[in-house]
């Protein structure tokens, strides 16, 4: 895909901007951990389940009103999807979702209720962002990554905006560090530009933490050939784009790994600490919290990304049963 700009802190603030005049901002809640009060952003509150929606409509609005009627294509194992379809719906556009066929239920009917078209897939054979151009192409569609694109990089980042000016209105003052899911990198990268003199961890699960290896090795690292199961299917990006690498590398980001039995216990933290249902993959920053993978500090602020479980696979979860 040819990238026509780059994504900037201007640009997040415009969408900042575009998001409140739409919804109300998502809660943010301070607990205090080791005696330092920690913010926790919770994004799993958003009205479709997690920050997704944000990236999606920084985009589909910034596409021409002549071109709206051929609708959007995105692919997606279910937030993303929820998310374009969610801000499809609002504007009266078509969307198609290719989703894996192996994706979450709850997610695959959350879009189909939406109102979107769903194109199912083989993720260990096929490839998503083949199928998805070449429907896009067909239908003259406007083709919508979940993480490649300006525009959805910077709408992800619209909650860091949001959270640096609740941290100050409760007396946290400005966030120092921010710890959030990394999947292909793009609410970090939009953080990262949201949030420029605050410190950037991305947390991802073993196996799957390409992005915490590229930062390392100062080049993009891919997931290897057989990566571990993981509870993250939010999180199973094997390879991330130049995009996000590189305002995630020039911001000098680092990242950590958690384990599955780690994200379990941030699940049932927030579930017992914060009263919210949080998924494995939107649980992964809070996890690299509690497991001291990332040390306690004043200012610190956590991402919370999603909140769309398999109602099964949590009552588990909860119950403590691996």
């Not at 941290?167 to 793009?186: E, F, N």
């Not at 970090?188 to 530009?193: E, M, N, Q, V």
Request: net charge neutral; aromatic share 4%.
């Amino acid at each position: 895909m040819t990238i026509l700009r780059q994504p900037t802190r201007a640009g997040v603030r415009d969408a900042a901007a575009k998001v409140t005049a739409i919804v109300p901002p998502s809660p943010l809640f301070v607990v205090e951990i080791e005696g330092v009060k920690v913010a926790f952003k919770a994004e799993c509150l958003q009205p479709m389940g997690a920050f997704k929606l944000r990236g999606a409509w920084h985009r589909l609005t910034a596409i021409e009103s002549d071109l709206r009627s051929k609708g959007v294509v995105a692919f997606s194992s279910g937030n993303h999807a929820q998310g374009v379809a969610w801000a499809a719906k609002r504007l009266a556009m078509p969307a198609l979702i290719v989703m894996p066929s192996d994706a979450p239920k709850a997610k695959r009917e959350g879009t189909l209720a939406l109102g979107a078209e769903v194109v199912t897939y083989d993720r260990a054979t096929e490839s998503r962002e083949k199928i998805a151009a070449a429907l896009a192409a067909a239908r003259g569609a406007v083709l919508v990554p979940s993480f490649d694109d300006p525009w959805v990089i910077e709408g992800q980042g619209s909650a860091g905006i949001e959270a640096a000016a609740q941290m100050q209105a409760v007396g946290l003052g400005a966030p120092t560090r921010v710890v959030v899911p990394c999947g292909g990198g793009g609410l970090a990268a939009g953080l990262a530009l949201a949030l420029p003199d605050a410190g950037i961890t991305v947390a991802e699960p073993e196996g799957w933490d390409d992005m915490r290896r590229s930062l390392e090795a100062g080049w993009i690292e891919e997931v290897g050939a057989s990566p571990p199961p993981t509870a993250c299917d939010a999180l199973q990006t094997k390879r991330v784009s130049e995009l996000t690498f590189h305002v995630l590398s020039r911001r000098g980001a680092t990242g950590v790994a958690v384990s599955e039995a780690q994200i379990r216990t941030a699940q049932r933290w927030a579930a017992e600490r914060l009263r919210l249902v949080v998924e494995p993959g939107g649980a992964v920053a809070l996890a690299a919290l509690l497991a001291g993978r990332v040390k306690v500090e004043a200012g610190m602020l956590v991402l919370l990304s999603g909140g769309n479980v398999d109602l099964a696979a949590y009552g588990r979860v909860l119950a403590g049963i691996s």
